[in-house]
């Protein structure tokens, strides 16, 4: 994953790493990279992943940041191909591009399903709820200020769950979606912690985002 941001054709960027207390020598080999473009944020005690992500919202940031997780892949135009979206729909809240599943061995499982090139809440919530739209939580890319104004990733949902969905919506609601039709990151499937999550914890989750929905 770390391999795979440092190699982008767009070099004029940062990367952010929100350490918890991490004990597999994840760390360590951040450091050992020696790239000036990482900026490492350490926890002095371990968090819950809700409070870790909190976190985000808090720190300096560029005037764009796309979120990934610590498996995903990005390949090596994706940051070009947002800088060519950005300019092409300048007006557009939250940006997203094409991109392929993977599984634990980093072997295609299948494509996205097509996305329009702009897409509005309505659009969104639409292809969301009948399942003609593979949304993630890595990919989408959003101004630093928006993120923050809208409160980031909420923190309230176990583990996350439909966590980024809310903060999408959000985002989308601003302005519109726009979508790059270029294949620019890979996404893994694996045991997530959606599949880890008890029925009761997924159940508020979801709970959640009705609830966000219904007062939107």
């Known amino acids: 994953c770390v391999e795979s941001i440092l190699s982008q054709t767009y070099k ?46 808090d720190i300096p940031m560029n005037e764009f940041i796309t979120l990934i997780g610590h498996d995903d892949i990005l390949l090596k135009n994706y940051l070009q191909e947002m800088d060519l979206l950005i300019e092409k729909y300048p007006d557009a809240s939250l940006y997203q591009a094409h991109f392929d599943y993977i599984n634990a061995n980093g072997n295609f499982v299948h494509h996205c399903k097509p996305m329009k090139p702009v897409m509005y809440v309505q659009d969104f919530l639409q292809a969301q709820f009948t399942r003609s739209l593979d949304s993630t939580g890595t990919g989408y890319m959003m101004r630093s200020k928006d993120y923050v104004e809208t409160g980031g990733i909420p923190g309230k949902y176990p583990n996350l769950i439909f966590a980024d969905f809310e903060l999408w919506v959000r985002l989308i609601s ?43």
């Open 12 to 57: 004029k960027f940062n990367l952010h790493i929100l350490d918890n207390c991490s004990n597999d020598g994840s760390l360590e080999w951040i450091k050992s990279v020696q790239d000036d473009r990482i900026i490492i944020y350490p926890s002095d005690k371990k968090l819950t992943i809700e409070y870790n992500w909190s976190r985000i919202k």
């Open 174 to 216: 601003k302005n519109y979606l726009a979508v790059s039709p270029e294949k620019s990151f890979h996404y893994r499937v694996h045991k997530s912690t959606s599949t880890l999550t008890n029925g009761d914890a997924y159940q508020k989750a979801f709970e959640y985002y009705v609830l966000f929905l219904k007062n939107a």
